[in-house]
């Protein structure tokens, strides 16, 4: 399972770049993140920028190296001020994202008072080790900062997105999910990678939507 984004190219002055940022201790939320990648790329000219971010420590000496040793580069605030919209995932810790993510989302009162992300469209992904492992309110704990940044929310459809016939593992109308197992052995499954694909492509839709307007 690799954590190497699928897609990862300079901005272009418009803002066709969907953020994909994510936080992954064992590279579950970063597989899925990747086919979120893939799916941004199905709505051309927008691409998506795969960034991460690094650990938090309670030891107040310990820091990051600037660049990680593999995978997406850590995220930057201009990577939001030049994105057109962000999907942010983590895996589940009780119910709630990881302590990296929010620790980043709550750097950003600069961005909330500016309106950096005001009006763009945003969406949200998770992994959990078992089936019942607070997949649902992991994902609606990580819309609640995206709302108060004045996000447009976009999820996926029982309808369009197949939800009811064929989900049997990860999927929610509230954001694509993958179920790692307790060992965290098991990979993306196919309709896993479908939805995480399907949920990258809604998100650059709207985005071109709401640019033409």
Same mark, same amino acid.
């Not at 954590?3 to 190219?9: E, G, I």
């Not at 086919?35 to 795969?50: F, K, L, N, S, T």
């Given at each position: 399972?690799?954590?190497?984004?699928?897609?990862?190219?300079?901005?272009?002055?418009?803002?066709r770049d969907i953020l994909v940022l994510y936080y992954s201790r064992n590279g579950a939320t970063a597989a #899925?993140?990747?086919?979120?990648?893939?799916? /941004?790329?199905?709505?051309?000219?927008?691409?998506?920028? /795969?960034?991460?971010?690094?650990?938090?420590?309670?030891? !107040?000496?310990?820091?990051?190296?600037p660049v990680p040793d593999s995978g997406a580069p850590y995220v930057s605030h201009d990577d939001l001020e030049?994105?057109?919209?962000?999907?942010?995932?983590?895996?589940?810790?009780?119910?709630?994202?990881?302590?990296?993510?929010? @620790?980043?989302?709550?750097? #950003?009162?600069?961005?909330?008072?500016? *309106?950096?992300?005001?009006?763009?469209?945003?969406?949200?992904? !998770?992994?959990? *080790?078992?089936? +019942?492992?607070?997949?649902?309110?992991? #994902?609606?704990?990580?819309?609640?900062?995206?709302?108060?940044?004045?996000?447009?929310?976009?999820?996926?459809? @029982?309808?369009?997105?197949? #939800?009811?016939?064929?989900?049997?593992?990860?999927?929610?109308? @509230?954001?694509?999910? +993958?179920?790692? *197992?307790?060992? *965290?052995?098991?990979?993306?499954?196919?309709?896993?990678?479908?939805?995480?694909?399907?949920?990258?492509?809604?998100?650059?839709?709207?985005?071109?939507?709401?640019?033409? +307007?």
């Open positions: 399972m690799s954590d190497q984004p699928a897609t990862d190219r300079p901005a272009s002055g418009e803002h #899925l993140a990747n086919e979120v990648a893939r799916g /941004v790329a199905r709505a051309r000219p927008m691409q998506a920028r /795969v960034r991460t971010v690094p650990e938090v420590s309670p030891d !107040t000496e310990a820091s990051a190296a030049e994105c057109a919209g962000l999907i942010i995932g983590s895996p589940t810790r009780f119910g709630n994202m990881a302590a990296p993510l929010k @620790y980043f989302i709550d750097t #950003l009162s600069g961005q909330w008072l500016s *309106g950096t992300l005001a009006d763009k469209p945003g969406a949200v992904f !998770t992994s959990t *080790g078992s089936l +019942h492992g607070g997949q649902e309110t992991t #994902l609606t704990s990580m819309m609640l900062p995206l709302i108060h940044h004045g996000m447009l929310l976009v999820g996926l459809t @029982y309808t369009a997105d197949n #939800l009811l016939a064929e989900t049997d593992s990860g999927g929610t109308p @509230y954001g694509a999910s +993958h179920v790692s *197992g307790v060992l *965290g052995d098991k990979g993306l499954t196919d309709i896993e990678k479908q939805l995480a694909r399907n949920l990258g492509e809604r998100v650059a839709r709207t985005a071109l939507k709401l640019g033409s +307007h």
